[in-house]
């Protein structure tokens, strides 16, 4: 099969391998907009195992990324100076630009081109292909010009966040709200590298207009979120990648695949970053995919058909939970002043729903008992 890919991000990366692998006459070729070594964001995270997921599917893939991921077992919430550590969790992480990398040489390495530099805004230079796959990301060209088509929906949500690094290297993925004399600003920050942290800020959007975010340049922003979370920080910078206030796009679609063109990644559909599961998602995507193509052989519109029928349920249950987390962070403000540590602990525990009592007492037993022993009903 020819098969071209729009997008060298991690869902267009792992399905070039999975296919390439699984016959060597595949004709693929990756375009790719950006240049080779330009990224936005600082790490990326994956809950639980990194690529345990993967490991069934592509061995080799995940000999090459593991050794490069830090790792640590369990969260903490701080809750306006208060660490709540939370047991059961388990997350690695790694440096955005360097599994891209990865990614990119061990592509490269199975005899399949990228092309960089390369914008894709029309399916004209893939008309000999048997199949595009538009894996460019939440605001892909290739969806764009066909959204009718792919019954495309993007809700826009109001809470606006930043994506910044720092030098120092926290101990665990850390959600960190602190109150400030505008409203609460929240961090999302874990290390990614022996010396450095993704550290993600996030306000609600009143917050964001009393405290005159709008009026200020890329340095008086980065020095307003020193001052809100210098305690966190002890003296360590926030590093900007031209970094730049965004509101997140609840991308969704109802029809996958249009012809023999296929969404993939967040092209396909965005999961908010709360759940740390966005590069997991496009990779599992990538997998199911090709796995589709190894049922259905060559035949291209029943590969793409079973690939939306097999893999919607899973993707709308995590789409669901995520969509759940993120309006909790939209009413993190009032939850701040209403709850104690112990009790926003717990609410941030239960947010999604897909964590009831039982699974909370199994992942972290002392933060159950406490709550219980507030609660009793809670222990029935």
């Known amino acids: 099969m020819k098969i071209r890919i729009v997008g060298a991000g991690p869902a267009g990366l792992c399905f070039a391998s999975l296919m390439k692998r699984a016959d060597r006459s595949h004709d693929i070729a990756i375009v790719e907009r950006s240049p080779r070594d330009a990224t936005w964001g600082f790490?990326?995270?994956?809950?639980?195992?990194?690529?345990?997921?993967?490991?069934?599917?592509?061995?080799?893939?995940v000999r090459e990324l593991a050794p490069h991921f830090e790792s640590w077992p369990r969260i903490a919430i701080v809750h306006d100076g208060t660490r709540v550590p939370v047991a059961g969790n388990g997350f690695s992480s790694i440096g955005r630009l360097q599994l891209l990398t990865l990614l990119h040489r061990h592509v490269e390495g199975l005899g399949v081109p990228i092309r960089f530099d390369a914008e894709a805004t029309s399916l004209a230079g893939f008309a000999d292909a048997d199949v595009v796959v538009a894996a460019d990301g939440a605001f892909s060209s290739i969806r764009?010009?066909?959204?009718?088509?792919?019954?495309?929906?993007?809700?826009?949500r109001p809470n606006r966040f930043i994506w910044y690094g720092t030098t120092k290297a926290f101990d665990s993925l850390t959600l960190t709200f602190r109150r400030t004399a505008h409203g609460v600003f929240c961090a999302h920050h874990y290390r990614y590298a022996p010396d450095r942290s993704t550290f993600l800020v996030e306000v609600t959007e009143p917050t964001w207009q009393r405290a005159g975010f709008e009026r200020m340049d890329e340095r008086e922003t980065l020095a307003a979120c020193e001052r809100a979370f210098a305690a966190d920080l002890e003296g360590h910078p926030i590093l900007s990648n031209r970094s730049h206030?965004?509101?997140f796009p609840a991308v969704?679609?109802?029809?996958?695949?249009?012809?023999?063109?296929v969404l993939l990644g967040d092209a396909l559909r965005t999961a908010h970053f709360s759940i740390g599961s966005g590069t997991r998602l496009a990779m599992e995507d990538a997998v199911a995919l090709a796995k589709a193509f190894a049922a259905c052989g060559n035949d291209v519109p029943a590969a793409l058909a079973r690939f939306q029928a097999e893999?919607?349920?899973?993707?709308?249950?995590?789409?669901?939970a995520a969509n759940a987390s993120l309006r909790w962070y939209e009413q993190m403000d009032e939850r701040v002043s209403a709850l104690d540590p112990l009790e926003f602990a717990y609410s941030y525990m239960t947010r999604t729903g897909r964590v009831d009592h039982a699974e909370?007492?199994?992942?972290?037993?002392?933060?159950?008992?406490?709550?219980?022993?507030?609660h009793p009903q809670a222990a029935a």
């Open 245 to 247: 206030w965004r509101r």
């Open 252 to 261: 969704w679609n109802e029809r996958w695949s249009t012809g023999n063109v």
């Open 311 to 320: 893999r919607l349920p899973p993707v709308r249950k995590i789409c669901d």
């Open 43 to 61: 790490g990326v995270v994956f809950s639980d195992r990194a690529l345990e997921f993967l490991r069934a599917d592509d061995e080799a893939l």
């Open 360 to 374: 909370v007492r199994r992942l972290d037993p002392a933060l159950a008992a406490a709550y219980e022993a507030r």
């Open 144 to 156: 764009g010009a066909r959204e009718a088509a792919f019954g495309t929906t993007v809700d826009w």
